[in-house]
C-alpha cells in the first residue's frame, strides 16, 4: 500500500479539524483557540507536548528509537484580516477574519501526519511538529526562533510547506537556492509648503513631487539589478491633503520590495534612499525615507531539496514533482527558520479548478483533497530523512 493510501483513514478527521479551524480564524498571535485544538490533539496522539513558543506557538516532540537525528516540520496557525465572501457551510464566523492563505489545511495535514507517525514509527530519531504563528506579517517563525525552538531542542533540519492555487492537484514544486524573495516596506514622507488652491506659486507642491518620485522609484530595478536578477518596488499607498482647494503640505507614500539576495536588498534600499532625496531636493521639498526589513529571502539548501523531492516523487512520481520551479517573488516567514537550520520548503498543488482563486483572496478556500496527500508527504520524508 502506498504512503498516500495508508492516510485514507484520517481523511475524514483532517476534514473535520480543517473545516473547525476555518470555522474559527484568529489573527495573528491570538491563535488561542487553534493552539488549544492543536495540543488536545498532540497530547492525545501521546507527543510531548510544549506551548507558549512565540507567544502562541505549539511543538508536539515524537521520539522513537536511539537515534539522535532529528528534523521539524513546519505549519503555520494565523488568518488574514479579510472578510470571507465563500458559501462554503464551514465559512468563517469571525466578521473580518478568515482563512484565505491556507493555514487550516496546513495544520491539519501536518497533525494527520503526527497521527500516523505515533501509530506508525518508520523512523529513527525525534520528529518535532512547530505550529507556528503570525506568518501573516507577524514574523511568527523568529518569535518562535527568539523564544527558544532551536536551543531547547535538537534540530537537525527544518522543513515547511504551502498549498499553491494554480499549480495542478497531486504536484509538489520547489528548488535550491533562492525560492521566495525578501520582503521589505518603505515609508515616504515629503514635506512641501502648502497654499491655497489658486495660487500654487506660493507651495512647494508635494503632490507632483511624489508623482515624479513614483515613476523614477520604478527605474531602480530595471537599471540597477542585472536583467536575470528579479526586484520589486511598488508603491500601494498615498495619502495627502484634506480639501480640493487646499494645496497640501504634506505627502506620504507607503510601499513594499521584494529581492532574492541581500546585495540587491541593499541595492534597492540605497538607491532609493538617493532617489528621494535627489527627487525631492531638485524640486524644494524635503524627503524622508523609512525602510524596514520584514522578511528575509527564502533559501532552501540542496541537499535537503533533493530529500524533500525524493519524498514528494515517491507519492507522485517523478513528472509530478518540479524540483527546478521558477522562483516566486512572494514572501514567507519560514525564511527566518531556513536562516538558522539548513532545509527545504516546497508548494503542494492547491488545484487548477475553474474560477478558483489565488491566495490572500475572499473567495479562496483550501482543497480538501490534497489533506492526504500533504500528510503523506510529511510521512515519507520523516522516513527517508531519519532513515538514512
Known amino acids: 500500500m502506498s504512503t498516500a493510501a495508508a492516510l485514507d ?47 502562541t506557538g505549539v511543538v508536539g516532540s515524537l521520539h522513537r ?24 457551510p464551514y465559512r468563517s464566523r469571525h466578521d473580518g477574519k478568515m482563512h484565505a492563505c491556507g493555514h487550516d489545511g496546513h495544520v491539519a495535514m501536518l497533525l494527520g501526519a503526527a497521527k500516523h507517525l505515533a501509530k506508525n514509527p518508520k ?69 512641501g509648503v502648502g497654499a491655497h488652491g489658486a495660487m500654487p506659486e506660493r507651495s512647494r507642491d508635494p503632490i507632483p513631487v511624489g508623482a515624479l518620485l513614483i515613476s523614477a522609484l520604478q527605474t531602480i530595478v530595471s537599471r540597477n539589478l542585472a536583467p ?15 480639501a480640493d482647494n487646499v494645496i497640501p503640505g504634506t505627502l506620504t507614500m507607503r510601499g513594499s520590495a521584494r529581492a532574492f539576495s541581500v546585495r540587491d536588498q541593499d541595492t534597492i534600499e540605497t538607491r532609493m534612499r538617493e532617489t528621494v532625496e535627489g527627487v525631492c531636493s531638485a524640486h524644494g521639498t524635503c524627503g524622508v525615507l523609512q525602510y524596514d526589513r520584514i522578511y528575509p529571502c527564502l533559501i532552501n539548501t540542496p541537499s535537503e531539496t533533493e530529500i524533500a523531492c525524493d519524498a514528494a516523487r515517491s507519492l507522485v512520481g517523478a513528472d509530478g514533482v518540479d524540483s527546478a520551479m521558477t522562483p516566486t517573488v512572494a514572501s514567507e516567514d519560514f525564511s527566518f527558520m531556513l536562516n538558522a537550520k539548513p532545509g527545504c520548503h516546497i508548494f503542494v498543488g492547491n488545484g487548477l479548478a475553474e474560477g478558483g482563486c489565488l491566495l490572500h483572496n475572499a473567495r479562496y478556500d483550501f482543497n480538501d483533497d490534497i489533506l492526504t496527500l500533504g500528510a503523506a508527504y510529511w510521512c515519507a520524508l520523516v522516513e527517508r530523512k531519519l532513515n538514512d
Not at 14 to 23: L, Q, S, T, V
Not at 25 to 34: A, F, I, S, V
Open 65 to 88: 528509537g536511539g537515534s539522535n537525528s532529528s528534523i521539524a516540520l513546519r505549519a503555520d496557525m494565523d488568518a488574514l484580516p479579510i472578510h470571507e465572501e465563500t458559501c462554503v
Open 228 to 242: 536575470s536578477d528579479a526586484g520589486v518596488v511598488s508603491v500601494t499607498q498615498l495619502s495627502a491633503g484634506d
Open 123 to 191: 523512523f529513527n530519531g525525534t520528529v518535532h511538529f512547530v505550529f507556528q504563528p503570525a506568518e501573516e506579517g507577524g514574523a511568527g517563525a523568529q518569535a518562535m526562533i527568539d523564544d527558544g525552538l532551536f536551543q531547547d531542542r535538537s534540530i537537525d533540519s527544518v522543513f515547511g510547506m504551502h498549498n499553491w492555487p494554480g499549480m495542478s492537484t497531486g504536484a509538489f514544486g520547489t528548488c535550491p537556492g533562492p525560492m521566495m524573495a525578501s520582503y521589505d516596506t518603505f515609508e515616504i514622507t515629503i514635506q
Open 9 to 55: 483513514y484520517l481523511a475524514s478527521e483532517m476534514r473535520a479539524w480543517r473545516h473547525d479551524i476555518h470555522r474559527y480564524p484568529e489573527l495573528m498571535y491570538e491563535e488561542h483557540r487553534t493552539s488549544d485544538l492543536i495540543a488536545d490533539c498532540l497530547l492525545s496522539f501521546g507527543l510531548d507536548v510544549v506551548r507558549g513558543v512565540g507567544k
